[in-house]
């Protein structure tokens, strides 16, 4: 089993940065593949970045690429997300997830266990 636990949410405004961490328990943290999603109201949890098991090969959609950058610290059994540059239609609540470092990234069906979230809000 492997716990994850979301936090560095909040209020910003636009321009602003933000990190998030997902700490990680129970099981290898190295084994998996961690990555990034988002849900906006009324909308489908999309996926926004991936980070290897190793940490060596990142991934991220479109919408966020250039401004997002993932990373994980396996010693302390943690995935980030910085989160530069803001805007409006970045606020969402935010999830990582773990998947099998074997399993294609992005597909929900993927992964294994999920953070409950964290609510991050950009204020235009």
């Known amino acids: 089993q492997v716990r994850l636990v979301e936090s560095g949410g909040g209020l910003v405004q636009a321009g602003d940065s933000l990190r998030l961490s997902c700490a990680t328990s129970?099981?290898?943290?190295?084994?998996?593949?961690m990555d990034w999603f988002r849900q906006a109201p009324g909308k489908e949890r999309e996926f926004i970045a991936a980070v290897s098991w190793s940490g060596r090969s990142s991934y991220y959609a479109n919408s966020v690429e250039g401004r997002f950058t993932i990373s994980r610290d396996n010693v302390k059994n943690t995935v980030y997300l910085e989160m530069n540059s803001l805007k409006s239609e970045d606020t969402a609540v935010y999830y990582c997830?773990?998947?099998?470092?074997?399993?294609?990234?992005?597909?929900?069906?993927?992964?294994?266990?999920w953070g409950q979230g964290t609510q991050v809000t950009v204020s235009s």
């Open positions: 129970g099981r290898t943290f190295s084994s998996y593949a």
């Open positions: 997830a773990a998947r099998d470092k074997f399993r294609r990234w992005g597909v929900p069906t993927n992964y294994d266990y």
